[in-house]
DNA sequence: CGGTATTTTGATCGGGATCAAATACGGTGG
DNA sequence: CCACCGTATTTGATCCCGATCAAAATACCG
């Protein structure tokens, strides 16, 4: 249920609207001065505000500058309500950062079209989505601002301690980011493809890289540039949203990524790294598919040394599980990779 | 610079403001009918929008709809000009949506004032703050809305495949979140004490907790209902913003934690958990100082068996690092701890 | 086809897990 | 205040996974 909160002085007028705001559903908080108003809306926190001008007390262009310096009071819809109708009063109250101004007498419908109406416009979306759906939309802003360049394969991107000046997204191709320890092992956190954003956690800390990012694979990058970046998480409440659940998503992939290196065997995380490696490269089709990855891009992949990489595979290659040709893999079945015990 | 859009058929009129605007330093874009202003408007995405409403091709009421259907152009400040002086007009105009409605004629100040105060409205802190500063109207709100609830030591506060309900903040105590493997082996990923906030990722991805929370000592914590949250979070740029730093921070922290378990000896993880843990419980006093952590608190931040803990703190105890009080440990050099080789 | 980079195989070694047993701690009640 | 008991911690002994170094085999590329 929303709540709305209503300061006027007029005891008729201020019970009129409360009895009509109640009868459509609304939560009614009501203040027949000034101070009482600032001090509801600081404690309710309602969801919009009808305010009259001329109060005793404090009048209402008070009222709106003091809300309008609390951080939590300052973005609920404001509507000024007052027989002020000449010009220059309307004018004052929109430059002080009223959302609407309705001049008395106004009749129940006007009022009642002027708060849904503000409602309406600060109402978002409930939920967050992390692919499809507004992506779309996104994708297109995203697209008009950036630079698109092309990369040759295991070509470096960023490295630690680089400042960060971009958002990327994929528009062809594969990239890894990696961290690696000072004696040259490297580990890699995540995979990316045609379609993915990276390099938003570092923007979004407004601090330097914490890892590295490299081509897998000749690939198109668009570059877009932080500010413009920084723009849109700011202003679209949407691409704010979006980019939330991306990183709470990653949070949770990395929190699963170290329980398997704490507590799982090696063979494990080769068989976890394969069904990884394959969902996110390989055709989306039936139960096998063909990998061309390095063995030194899998070992960093499962947080172990290449050589014994390779003695997983030659066992999994045994027991009928993938098959080689040349240096690819060809994934036999990814249902019994996925069922590999720890 | 910010972008300014006129759309406007007359030509004097519409060259007077742009020409005003652009002295006023800004970049101005101009459309001669709805038709050319909407694709001018999708196309440049300027910060605000002022339109006439009688227009040929496309008039100002449609502009605004077709505007306020792209998610990309719906949230442009967008102001009407007209000569439609009549009550009715205005009000249609705004209960459609538009930020503010200015009659002909009008003066250059009135204009200017009206787009600044549209902008100003708009404008959000440009950086990401993880700690302090805005926390603290955070922090006020948030207490107004929770409740509070006291929890003993080792108490478990929710378990993965929960449906999340809450947000929670920690009022006083010490809280772990841990990952269980099938085996019963836990992994800590995070500690939580004063002041802190947690089980926020599983509600930005509106999904099942995917680990577990449990209190370390005796603890209050403030539980915020889900809605409050969300309603906040969608609401309060400042809040998605402190929580997208959080956020990040939380996905570095992680990855820093991926490469300690995946290539670092036990010695130095136990030295790292110690140090952490020096860091997040002690007093941020001198150089020493003392814990009371059981093992296997210890073992889980760590990764390793008990047993082994136990090992490498013996070890340190012989090198001085650390003494032993009872089953809590005394500190002796932090720096020294951090010095330990991988 | 040759040369180089990558991958595989072999042999060895040590860190850390595991199971079992001993010891110390902290709280309780007399 | 002290003895006692259940739990937490430490120590001991053993074993195996996976790292490491070296060398052979194979794949890839012009």
Do not use: W
């Not at 908080?29 to 005793?56: F, H, R």
């Not at 063979?267 to 790294?273: L, M, T, W, Y």
């Not at 070992?299 to 040709?325: H, Q, W, Y």
Request: proline content about 2%; glycine content about 6%; charged content about 30%.
């Amino acid at each position: 249920m929303k709540k709305a909160l209503i300061i006027e002085d007029s005891d008729d007028i201020r019970e009129g609207i409360v009895e009509m705001l109640a009868l459509a559903g609304y939560e009614t908080y009501s203040a027949k001065n000034g101070k009482i108003g600032v001090e509801l809306a600081t404690k309710q926190l309602p969801d919009i505000i009808l305010c009259d001008i001329m109060m005793p007390e404090l009048d209402g262009y008070s009222v709106l500058y003091l809300l309008q310096k609390n951080a939590l009071t300052a973005t609920i819809p404001f509507i000024f309500m007052t027989a002020k109708a000449e010009r220059a009063d309307m004018r004052k109250g929109m430059e002080m950062g009223a959302d609407d101004y309705l001049t008395k007498p106004f009749d129940d419908v006007e009022l009642f079209n002027a708060i849904e109406s503000r409602l309406k416009k600060r109402s978002k979306p409930t939920g967050f989505k992390t692919k499809g759906g507004d992506s779309v939309s996104l994708l297109e802003s995203m697209r008009a601002k950036g630079k698109t360049r092309s990369f040759a394969g295991k070509q470096i991107i960023y490295v630690e301690t680089d400042e960060p000046a971009h958002l990327y997204f994929v528009k062809k191709g594969q990239v890894k980011t990696y961290k690696r320890a000072k004696d040259g092992r490297e580990l890699s956190s995540t995979l990316y493809k045609e379609g993915d954003f990276f390099g938003y956690e570092s923007l979004c800390r407004a601090a330097a890289y914490s890892d590295n990012a490299a081509t897998l694979c000749d690939s198109e990058l668009i570059l877009i540039a932080k500010s413009d970046f920084m723009d849109d998480l700011l202003n679209h409440q949407e691409i704010a949203n979006t980019f939330l659940g991306m990183l709470s998503g990653s949070v949770q992939e990395k929190e699963e990524q170290m329980l398997r290196l704490a507590y799982f065997s090696v063979r494990k995380r080769v068989a976890d790294a394969l069904v990884k490696v394959a969902g996110k490269f390989g055709e989306p089709d039936s139960d096998s598919c063909t990998l061309r990855i390095s063995r030194d891009d899998l070992a960093a992949l499962v947080g172990t040394a290449s050589e014994t990489v390779s003695r997983m595979l030659a066992d999994f290659k045994d027991e009928k599980l993938i098959e080689k040709n040349g240096n690819a893999i060809q994934i036999l079945s990814i249902e019994k990779l996925k069922n590999v015990k720890q």
